[in-house]
């Protein structure tokens, strides 16, 4: 219920090194295994918005237990 009453107050960092890091990316984001963004075909995609203005920052593919465990699979078989 606090959270509800908060208003966001000015920020004074720039966005620009977040939003250079998104256009680099098409902001447009795959899930990333085995050092490798992968854009399985016909998956939904999942909006990230600014929180303060509600516009859209990017989009993510939406994962599944399947790309879990082939992270954790390709993790485990990382070097330390």
């Known amino acids: 219920a606090a959270f509800e009453s ?3 107050g000015p920020a004074p960092e720039s966005p620009a090194p ?3 890091f998104l256009d680099a990316h098409n902001r447009r984001f795959g899930v990333f295994i085995n050092n490798t963004w ?3 075909p016909g998956r939904a995609m999942a ?3 600014d929180p ?3 516009a ?3 989009e993510s593919v939406e994962g599944t237990r399947e790309d879990v465990d082939a992270a954790v699979a390709a993790a ?3 070097p330390p």
């Open 6 to 8: 908060m208003d966001y």
């Open 18 to 20: 977040a939003d250079a």
């Open 38 to 40: 992968a854009f399985p």
């Open 47 to 49: 909006a990230s918005v």
């Open 52 to 54: 303060c203005t509600g």
């Open 56 to 58: 859209k920052l990017a």
């Open 76 to 78: 485990a078989g990382a």
